[in-house]
C-alpha cells in the first residue's frame, strides 16, 4: 500500500519538476484474499470419511489434494484421529467460495463419486449435490427394496447408465441411499426417472422416457 502511495507521489513529482507524465499510468491493487473477505477470519470446514472411504481416499489424495492446494489455494489434511478431511482458507485463497466448492468436491468423493466426476464441483458453478433415501419414496423391506435397487442398477448397470446419460447426471448408488450430482434441473429430471422405478414402473417404458429426454436435450443445445 505504502510503495504504491510513493510510486503515485513520485509520478506527480516529476510532473511538477518539469519531467516526463508517466503515460497510462493506473494503480493497481491486488485482489483481496478470502481472509480479508471474511472480515479477517479464516474459514474452516471438516468432511466425515466413512470407513469404506479410507482406503480409496488414500489411492485418490494426490488427484484430491492438487486441484485443491494449487487451484483453490486451500490448505488441506487428512486427520487420522477425527477421521475427517481438513479444509482452511489461507492468505493465498482468492476466490470467496474456495471453501464451499472444495468441501462439495471432498464430500462428493465420500458418496463414492469418481474423482473425475467430482472435480467438476470446482470447474463449474451451476453444479449440485443431492441425496436421497429410497425409503422416503415408497416404504419397501427386504426382497422388495432389494428388487427397487436392482431395477434401478439394471442389469450391469445398464438402467443406471441410461438415465445417467439422457440426463447428463452422475448417479451412485449406496445401499438405500442414492447420491446424484448434476444441474439443477437435470437432477430433478434423473430423479423422477429413478422413483418411477422405485414405485414399480417397468424399466422399458422409463428407458422410452430418458429417449425422449435425451432428444429433447440435443435439440436444447
Known amino acids: 500500500g505504502c ?3 510513493m510510486e503515485v507521489e513520485s509520478a506527480h ?6 519531467g516526463e507524465e508517466k503515460v497510462g499510468f493506473k494503480p493497481s491493487f491486488a485482489p483481496l484474499t478470502a481472509k480479508e473477505l471474511n472480515n479477517g477470519k479464516q474459514g474452516y470446514t471438516r468432511i466425515s470419511v466413512p470407513p469404506h472411504r479410507y482406503a480409496p481416499l488414500r489411492e485418490n489424495w494426490t488427484k484430491i489434494y492438487e486441484p485443491i492446494a494449487k487451484h483453490m489455494k486451500l490448505q488441506i489434511k487428512f486427520n487420522p484421529k477425527k477421521k475427517c478431511v481438513e479444509l482452511k482458507t489461507s492468505n493465498h485463497t482468492t476466490a470467496q467460495n474456495a471453501l464451499q466448492k472444495s468441501s462439495d468436491f471432498v464430500r462428493a468423493f465420500m458418496m463414492g463419486f469418481e474423482v473425475r466426476d467430482a472435480i467438476a464441483l ?8 443431492d441425496s436421497f433415501e429410497i425409503r422416503d419414496v415408497k416404504a419397501l423391506h427386504g426382497e ?7 431395477r434401478i442398477a439394471g442389469q450391469g448397470g445398464k438402467t443406471k447408465y441410461t438415465i445417467e446419460n439422457a440426463t447428463k ?13 448434476g444441474s439443477y434441473s437435470n437432477i430433478n429430471t434423473a430423479k423422477r426417472a429413478i422413483c418411477n422405478l422405485i414405485m414399480g414402473k417397468p424399466p422399458g417404458k422409463v428407458y422410452t422416457q430418458m429417449r425422449s429426454v435425451a432428444s429433447r436435450m440435443k435439440e436444447r443445445f
Do not use: C
Request: proline fraction near 0%.
Open 3 to 5: 510503495q504504491k502511495i
Open 13 to 18: 513529482d516529476s510532473k511538477e519538476h518539469g
Open 122 to 129: 470446482l470447474r463449474l458453478d451451476d453444479l449440485y449435490l
Open 144 to 150: 422388495h427394496l432389494s428388487r427397487a435397487i436392482g
Open 169 to 181: 447426471t452422475r448417479i451412485v448408488l449406496a445401499d438405500t441411499q442414492i447420491h446424484l450430482l
